[in-house]
């Protein structure tokens, strides 16, 4: 019987539950956002204490630090008042908020994301698509760039699962 210390453990659970938020707080991603960023920071930090490869941790810091980035501006311009439409702010205000929609999705389906996150990614990433086209079933000119981007934001986070889920397969079945 192989005993399994509480160090050995933790890191491991720090991963899932960060992994957990980073789905369930990408349901609604605004309100989501403060569910999503400390979900990104448990996976680095668990990443980190489980010693994991470098490359691997490099890459888990670089998501939580897109997502920090790009969390902070949607913080601050929703602050004041949100951008495009009456807010007086230019919708160009609104590509400070990419790099935290890139980070989630690189999240989801990067190197070592577990096949239940891959196929929970996906389904999340379907409610995206979703989002964007009831979007544009009210449009208004002031949403239709926001519809676009979800919808990008969904498809881009598919085809990275699929592709992941393909990789590991084909590693799977030569091993």
């Not at 670089?62 to 311009?77: D, E, K, N, R």
């Not at 989002?131 to 979800?150: D, F, T």
Request: hydrophobic residues 50%; positive net charge.
């Amino acid at each position: 019987m192989k005993s399994t210390s509480y160090s050995s453990l933790l890191p491991r659970v720090l991963v899932v539950l960060g992994d957990l938020g980073m789905l369930v707080g990408a349901i609604d991603p605004m309100e989501g956002s403060a569910v999503i960023l400390p979900g990104c920071g448990l996976v680095a930090l668990g990443t980190y204490l489980e010693r994991g490869e470098r490359r691997l941790i490099t890459y888990r810091v670089l998501v939580f630090i897109l997502v920090a980035v790009g969390v902070g501006a949607l913080w601050a311009l929703s602050s004041l008042g949100g951008f495009g439409g009456g807010s007086g702010h230019s919708m160009w205000w609104g590509m400070l908020i990419l790099p935290y929609l890139i980070g989630w999705s690189m999240g989801i389906w990067g190197p070592g994301s577990p096949r239940w996150m891959l196929w929970l990614g996906m389904a999340v990433s379907l409610w995206y698509l979703a989002l964007a086209v009831m979007v544009q079933l009210h449009p208004r000119p002031s949403h239709n760039l926001v519809s676009v981007v979800m919808g990008a934001l969904g498809l881009l986070t598919i085809g990275g699962c699929i592709s992941r889920l393909r990789n590991q397969a084909s590693t799977s079945g030569t091993s």
